[in-house]
């Protein structure tokens, strides 16, 4: 995600559209997301898997100017000025329910879930668990989503067919992890709409979806998701013109 300047600019513009006060993110490899979601936002809350990934994250929140103020072994808080970042360490479906009870002790006004836990290199992918665990909490029914690695409706000529190979890394579709492909098991199908439509509508049913236009490196889509009340219907359709 964040070697897109396109992207990370529209993310941000998000954030400070919709007045969010707290990033929950899940998947927080080097941390570099966590520093962008800092300049709109005051408190992040992220979880990582994987240990050699969060030792470089925090080395780049020392390097930002935190201050590490509390630490056990799961969870890390680290402090600058009024920025907090709550460090987790261990897998999303785990640690996502006190993610969520962190951020509503923090008494905010509005938080945004930040998904991009899912891995191709996993046998498992998180994400359903993770938006069941979503709507599990009443607190979350207003909460604006992103998923990362989404495939946008509109692209369906870049996502490699049987026999055919991927435009952008020339793989067969069982490798190739692009455009959200072979982010759900291996089985060849989608991380997007079709894939994740009911759990996000069983959240609530009246969500809007925003999708960026992956045309830039690395070509992996974005899905915005915002109450329908919260929505601007004009900008809505201009967005996914």
Not at 139 to 155: L, N, R, T
Request: glycine content about 4%; overall charge negative; some cysteine.
């Amino acid at each position: 995600m964040w070697t897109s300047k396109r992207r990370a600019k529209r993310v941000k513009w998000f954030l400070e559209k919709y007045n969010v006060d707290v990033v929950i993110e899940t998947g927080t490899e080097q941390g570099r997301g966590v520093l962008e979601y800092l300049k709109v936002v005051n408190n992040v809350i992220t979880v990582e898997k994987y240990i050699a990934e969060l030792e470089v994250a925090e080395q780049n929140f020392e390097k930002a100017g935190f201050e590490m103020t509390s630490s056990t072994e799961n969870l890390k808080i680290w402090k600058r000025e009024d920025n907090t970042i709550h460090s987790y360490f261990g897998d999303s479906q785990t640690v996502l329910q006190k993610m969520i009870e962190a951020a509503v002790s923090i008494n905010c006004n509005s938080f945004c879930f930040y998904l991009d836990a899912h891995d191709s290199a996993w046998d498992y992918n998180p994400i359903k668990d993770e938006l069941k665990i979503i709507k599990n909490n009443k607190e979350a029914f207003e909460s604006k989503i992103i998923i990362d690695d989404f495939y946008v409706p509109g692209y369906s000529g870049h996502v490699p067919k049987s026999g055919n190979k991927c435009p952008v890394c020339y793989r067969q579709d069982s490798t190739c992890v692009h455009w959200g492909f072979n982010m759900t098991l291996g089985n060849s199908v989608p991380l997007g709409y079709d894939y994740l439509a009911s759990d996000i509508f069983n959240i609530n049913d009246e969500y809007l979806i925003y999708y960026d236009n992956p045309s830039e490196p690395p070509h992996r889509g974005t899905a915005f998701i915002v109450p329908m009340s919260q929505q601007d219907l004009d900008e809505y359709l201009s967005f996914n013109r």
